[in-house]
């Protein structure tokens, strides 16, 4: 398994954290945290991966399109909810998350893109979540081009 070895490939490196994406179910995310992830993703809560996650210390991030399976996802635990699709709701939507929860910790996925980051940084999101930009890449084998565009959503301009 990939997570494996880049978490061995890691282990010494404090700016490196190896987790798991698109995790549907909780025997997926127990193969992963035993493979050495560090965090689980998953497009979708799941109450099993959330009590999988907690038993074993990893930050479990669903994702989450309404108030109340927000509310849910943070009663099992998770600290940190993924807002996707975001180019479903757009920056705006985040009032209306903060508004009745104004303590959730967001991160948005889907539709997140250079032009647009510091847009959504600015409406209050925490994090942003960057995939297939880099997955196509990726597959090229264009690390190089992958490493660049990396460094440009770090020096995204945040919160006016």
Same mark, same amino acid.
């Given at each position: 398994?990939? $997570?494996?070895?880049?978490?061995?490939?890691?282990?010494?490196?404090?700016?490196?954290?190896? @987790?798991? @994406?698109?995790?549907?179910?909780?025997?997926?995310?127990?193969?992963?945290?035993?493979?050495?992830?560090?965090?689980?993703?998953?497009?979708?809560?799941?109450?099993?991966?959330?009590?999988?996650?907690? %038993?074993?210390?990893?930050?479990?991030?669903?994702?989450?399109?309404?108030?109340?399976?927000?509310?849910?996802?943070?009663?099992?635990?998770?600290?940190?909810?993924?807002?996707?699709?975001?180019?479903?709701?757009?920056?705006?939507?985040?009032?209306?998350?903060?508004?009745?929860?104004?303590?959730?910790?967001?991160?948005?996925?889907?539709?997140?893109?250079?032009?647009?980051?510091?847009?959504?940084?600015?409406?209050? $999101?925490?994090? $942003?979540?960057?995939? @297939?930009?880099?997955?196509?890449?990726?597959?090229?084998?264009?690390?190089?081009?992958? =490493?660049? $565009?990396?460094? =440009?959503?770090?020096?995204?301009?945040? %919160?006016?």
């Amino acid at each position: 398994m990939i $997570i494996k070895q880049l978490s061995g490939d890691y282990q010494n490196n404090n700016t490196v954290l190896i @987790g798991a @994406g698109t995790v549907l179910d909780a025997p997926t995310a127990k193969n992963a945290i035993m493979a050495g992830a560090k965090y689980i993703v998953s497009p979708a809560f799941n109450q099993e991966t959330a009590i999988i996650c907690n %038993r074993y210390g990893i930050p479990y991030i669903p994702g989450c399109m309404t108030i109340k399976e927000i509310i849910t996802a943070m009663e099992y635990g998770c600290e940190i909810i993924k807002l996707f699709p975001g180019s479903a709701f757009g920056p705006n939507y985040i009032n209306a998350i903060k508004g009745p929860l104004p303590y959730v910790s967001l991160m948005v996925t889907g539709g997140v893109n250079l032009n647009n980051a510091a847009e959504w940084f600015n409406a209050g $999101i925490d994090a $942003i979540g960057i995939g @297939g930009e880099l997955n196509k890449l990726a597959a090229k084998g264009q690390f190089e081009t992958i =490493k660049e $565009i990396a460094q =440009k959503y770090v020096n995204t301009k945040t %919160r006016k």
